[in-house]
């Protein structure tokens, strides 16, 4: 087991950062692209402009540039060096913000450090870690009365999500989808990728197991958005 995550952490980081990254979100149909907006719109409302914002899993800036002109600070942290290299670039102008080349799992920050934590985009199943102990950590950094938001994908937007990563697939971000073995929400390359989603009735057994308050809504029936109360 502990292979098989290695091994995807490096796909990502090898495969999956910095320009070819932002090919994959270049690539993206009209329906994904509502998606994502959808995404950044929920977290913006509940930003306010004295608050300090953490991002886990920042890539190469895409989320923070769009959060930092809500916020009084923005912290965007990711494993890969190179997506941090072109967030910089990307995030050029934004003094609000700062990176962090570090591990989610293990982020290095003192306690109660943040009003709002994001980790989006199926971040929660893409970082392949323990997520109990992801959403832990997230806690952790986050101050008395602020929140902690993690998003994976709605069951509705199965066929988008799939026809995205088949645009992904032809373009040669990832390895051909292994058709006879993707289904139920779970997307499978024949080069050993791997993607799988965190359901509503998974994030209440993971919040609940951990004794925390939270709130799950659909977005634009796309996201599925697990709000924790700190």
């Keep these: 087991m502990l292979q098989n995550i290695l091994n995807m952490s490096d796909y990502y980081s090898e495969k999956l950062s910095a320009e ?19 995404e950044i719109e929920f977290l913006r409302q509940r930003i306010h ?7 886990l899993g920042c890539g190469y800036g895409r989320v923070l540039k769009e959060l930092a002109p809500c916020a009084a600070e923005a912290v965007g942290i990711d494993t890969s ?3 941090l290299q072109m967030a910089r670039g990307f995030l050029n102008g934004f003094s609000n913000c700062s990176l962090l080349q570090m591990n989610a799992v293990e982020p290095g920050f003192k306690p109660r450090q943040f009003d709002i934590v994001v980790c989006i985009q ?21 101050r008395p009365g ?3 938001l993690f998003s994976s994908y709605s069951e509705r937007f199965w066929q988008c999500r799939l026809e995205w990563f088949r ?11 292994d ?14 990728f791997r993607a799988t989603t965190v359901s509503p009735a998974e994030f209440k057994a993971l ?13 634009a029936e796309s996201a599925i958005f697990c709000e924790i109360f700190a």
């Design 20 to 38: 070819r990254l932002v090919c994959v979100y270049e690539l993206a149909q009209p329906e994904v692209q509502r998606y994502l907006a959808a």
């Design 49 to 55: 402009s004295t608050g300090r914002v953490l991002e």
């Design 81 to 83: 060096f190179a997506n």
């Design 122 to 142: 199926n971040g929660i199943s893409a970082f392949h870690v323990d997520q109990a102990d992801l959403i832990s950590q997230a806690v952790a950094v986050t």
């Design 146 to 148: 602020g929140r902690v």
């Design 167 to 177: 645009i992904q697939a032809a373009h040669g971000l990832l390895g051909e989808i």
């Design 179 to 192: 058709e006879n073995a993707t289904a139920n929400g779970v997307i499978v390359c024949k080069d050993g």
């Design 207 to 219: 919040t609940a197991s951990l004794n925390l308050s939270a709130e799950i809504t659909e977005v």
